[in-house]
């Protein structure tokens, strides 16, 4: 994929590499920015640098389309990082959906390290706290691409599929479409996600493990959405605890079933 040259979140990859290189002088700044530049094209992705409402600095990685139909931002489980998304955002890419994953400060290295975890001391916080990172990512959307005028679609797995119903009421002028895995009242006010997807106008899919217990408390937060433009998807095959069950390597009987029935809402809502 070719390095996308998207205004400040190309500066902002730059700013970053060329401070990890140490100064440089003025004669050779241009050098450095190409040798930067060849340095990216060798990669899907750019790094994101986002600053949340309380001023923690969120790491992302933006994978970009040539001509996107939709912004997806992908939002991680419990213990895990942005790189949740390494296996997954390149695919919506040629999809033809650019996508965000970032680093929530709710989260650990199971698939990866986690920068925000990190920026933080390591410190376990509640969920509820990374709220303010997923909010991050959607203001950091809106400035990069301003005016935003592509539907922004927000995806949550496990404990950030029930956050994203909150983000999407407080982003609903510009979220055409909320995707969850496994979503379920995870937070301390346990009828939380219920209340905001109350509230949530966009088409919503939600699926989850081939289990009975998250497949019921995925349809207890899917029933309290409005209207009819939403589905549940219950794998008939296998299926996984979060996102996960669109990784081959961690839901191989699966992943293509689950993949077939998020696509087919992709297309619904930014063909």
């Not at 440089?24 to 060798?42: P, R």
């Not at 296996?87 to 919506?92: G, T, V």
């Not at 691409?145 to 496990?158: E, F, N, T, V």
């Not at 895995?181 to 996600?193: G, I, K, Q």
Request: a neutral charge.
């Amino acid at each position: 994929m070719r390095l996308p040259m998207l205004r400040a979140a190309t500066g902002l990859a730059m700013t970053a590499l060329l401070a990890a290189c140490g100064p440089v002088s003025g004669s050779s700044v241009e050098q450095a920015n190409i040798q930067q530049a060849l340095a990216l094209q060798n990669r899907d992705w750019v790094p994101a640098a986002i600053k949340t409402a309380d001023q923690i600095p969120v790491v992302g990685k933006l994978y970009s389309a040539a001509k996107p139909k939709a912004i997806i931002i992908l939002f991680h489980q419990a213990g895990s990082s942005k790189d949740e998304y390494n296996s997954i955002a390149p695919r919506l890419v040629k999809l033809g959906y650019t996508a965000l994953s970032i680093d929530q400060r709710a989260g650990g290295s199971l698939f990866g390290d986690n920068s925000t975890v990190a920026i933080i001391g390591g410190k376990q916080v509640p969920f509820e706290d990374a709220q303010n990172d997923m909010q991050g990512a959607v203001d950091w959307v809106r400035e990069q691409y301003h005016p935003l005028k592509l539907p922004l679609i927000l995806w949550g797995s496990s404990y950030s599929a029930a956050l994203v119903f909150p983000v999407a009421v407080d982003n609903a002028d510009v979220v055409k479409g909320v995707l969850a895995f496994s979503p379920a009242e995870y937070l301390d006010d346990n009828a939380l996600v219920r209340k905001a997807a109350a509230q949530v106008k966009a088409p919503v899919f939600v699926t989850s493990a081939k289990d009975a217990d998250e497949i019921a408390a995925a349809k207890a937060v899917l029933d309290a959405v409005p209207g009819t433009d939403k589905v549940q998807f219950v794998p008939k095959i296998a299926g996984v605890h979060g996102s996960s069950t669109l990784i081959e390597a961690r839901d191989p009987s699966g992943a293509a079933e689950n993949w077939a029935a998020v696509e087919a809402f992709l297309k619904h809502v930014a063909p």
